[in-house]
């Protein structure tokens, strides 16, 4: 019977289920659970085992850099206001709600790590995430531009649900370049949340834009559904490094 019903769930793809029965069925013997009780605990065993597949598939879409993790992230260094702000944003309601999170701050402040870890616990929770640093996504749609395809670029960038652009204005871009900039900010307008970090408050970002309507229309569409961490820290990399020569 083992062998029979071994054969019926590989052929359904239930690996879950097929890793785990058997220990569960002792389990039930001995614990006098009821068939409903067993059958719920195989089809647990199944669920978790895709949640878990889908993830990794997930992270490794995402790009996003493997060691910046929460748990990797020092929050203790966080100002009280947005360590709150982080608490809510960790329930992922606000990519239900496409909005966007703008972190602003000194270079070394904890930006890129913070929404980072952000986008790893999206994933966990079953979202999807893209990360790009911003000189390089430029490039990209530009190229995708030149290509004549950015429709078709921008329109496959919609299947994720929420996309990290990292270190906008860090690089100063050519006109050309922060157009195709501004064509992603327009094309995700109310469609699915964009994650910022930026060293520039929003009174610089003319330097970005290098045009004041087309700076007032990217802030805008930016702004409109938004949640804005600011992180006026010391450099986490300067102070290690104090520590280390101390």
């Excluded at 719920?40 to 493997?66: D, F």
């Excluded at 911003?134 to 929420?162: F, N, P, S, T």
């Excluded at 995700?188 to 003319?206: I, K, P, Q």
Aim: net charge positive; aromatic share 6%.
């Amino acid at each position: 019977m083992n062998q029979s019903l071994t054969e019926c769930l590989r052929e359904l793809h239930l690996p879950g289920v097929l890793a785990g029965y058997e220990n569960l069925a002792e389990v039930a013997r001995r614990e006098s659970f009821s068939y409903e009780k067993y059958l719920q605990e195989v089809v647990e065993g199944e669920r978790q085992l895709r949640h878990e597949k889908r993830v990794q598939r997930l992270l490794g879409q995402s790009r996003l850099p493997m060691e910046k993790t929460l748990e990797a992230f020092d929050r203790g260094r966080l100002p009280v206001k947005v360590s709150a702000q982080l608490s809510r944003l960790l329930e992922g309601e606000f990519v239900q709600r496409r909005e966007n999170v703008l972190a602003f701050g000194n270079p070394g402040s904890g930006k890129s790590h913070l929404l980072c870890a952000l986008g790893h616990e999206m994933v966990r929770r079953g979202y999807t995430v893209l990360f790009r640093p911003c000189e390089l996504l430029v490039q990209e749609l530009l190229r995708a531009k030149r290509d004549l395809v950015i429709g078709k670029v921008l329109k496959k960038l919609r299947h994720y649900q929420v996309i990290v652009v990292d270190d906008i204005g860090y690089v100063q871009q050519s006109r050309e370049e922060m157009e195709v900039l501004f064509s992603l900010l327009s094309d995700r307008y109310e469609r699915g949340s964009v994650m910022v970090t930026s060293n520039l408050a929003f009174s610089e970002w003319e330097k970005i834009f290098k045009d004041p309507m087309t700076t007032a229309a990217a802030i805008d569409r930016l702004v409109h559904h938004s949640i804005i961490l600011e992180l006026n820290l010391p450099s986490y990399r300067l102070e290690q490094a104090k520590k280390r020569k101390k």
